[in-house]
């Protein structure tokens, strides 16, 4: 079974910290993702990554970069956190040989209060 | 703006009866399409899904149906039971990159 980790279940920053939330999946898939849940607005993509180095702007960049230095491991930082990044966030995972429509596994989640 | 829409923020259904959740999308280009179930302080998984050159997929009590010409995508859970309480949530990709629907909560009363 794909195990796609994140780091932190609960995390509180305070305004204006530089925040790192970390994600780590054992499965070798390619394809790696950032998003955000809040309620009424579904889960929206903030960042995706289809290999190491490599990263592309979802439909919520702004306030947010991410890092992929290694092919299990993605990194989403919030460069000077805000009130209104507070949020669960969510980390997925898939397959991207064997063509792109592969199923996204997730991770728990990391519920993010920024004050 | 919302490229795939659950318009039922929830539904509650007598164990045993059918749920029929429903999920509407703009986007032509979508060629894929998912449903995912997510229960409270976990991550959503993957239940089932379908492709554009399919128009119904099984999978045990699950069915997925698509409509292309409506843009209409419904997920049928027959016989529902109390372990289906969740969120559901659809989601449509083209490529790479997916759009979730803002979710619907199951509940099936016992």
């Known amino acids: 079974d794909v195990k796609v980790t994140q780091s932190s279940r609960y995390l509180v920053k305070r305004t204006g910290e530089k925040v790192f939330l970390e994600c780590v999946q054992d499965?070798?898939?390619?394809?790696m993702f950032w998003y955000r849940q809040d309620p009424g607005l579904g889960l929206r993509l903030i960042y995706f990554?289809?290999?190491?180095?490599?990263?592309e702007k979802g439909d919520i960049p702004e306030g947010y970069s991410v890092s992929r230095e290694k092919k299990e491991r993605f990194s989403l930082i919030l460069e000077s956190a805000s009130t209104n990044q507070t949020s669960m966030y969510l980390c997925?995972?898939?397959?991207?040989?064997?063509?792109?429509?592969?199923?996204?596994?997730f991770g728990d989640g990391t519920r993010l209060s920024i004050l | 703006d919302q490229q795939v829409k659950q318009n039922s923020p929830s539904l509650s259904v007598q164990e045993g009866r059918i749920s029929i959740l429903n999920c509407d999308y703009t986007?032509?280009?979508?060629?894929?399409f998912l449903w995912y179930k997510k229960y409270p302080a976990e991550g959503p998984t993957f239940l089932i899904s379908?492709?554009?050159?399919?128009d119904k997929n099984e999978d045990g009590r699950f069915t997925v149906f698509l409509n292309k010409s409506a843009k209409h995508l419904s997920l049928h859970i027959v016989p529902s039971q109390p372990g289906d309480s969740a969120v559901y949530f659809c989601a449509a990709s083209a490529g790479n990159q997916f759009y979730f629907g803002t979710g619907t909560s199951l509940t099936v009363i016992p």
């Open positions: 997925a995972s898939s397959l991207g040989t064997g063509g792109p429509n592969q199923p996204q596994h």
């Open positions: 990554s289809y290999d190491v180095k490599m990263k």
């Open positions: 379908i492709s554009s050159i399919k």
């Open positions: 499965m070798d898939h390619e394809n």
């Open positions: 986007n032509s280009m979508f060629d894929y």
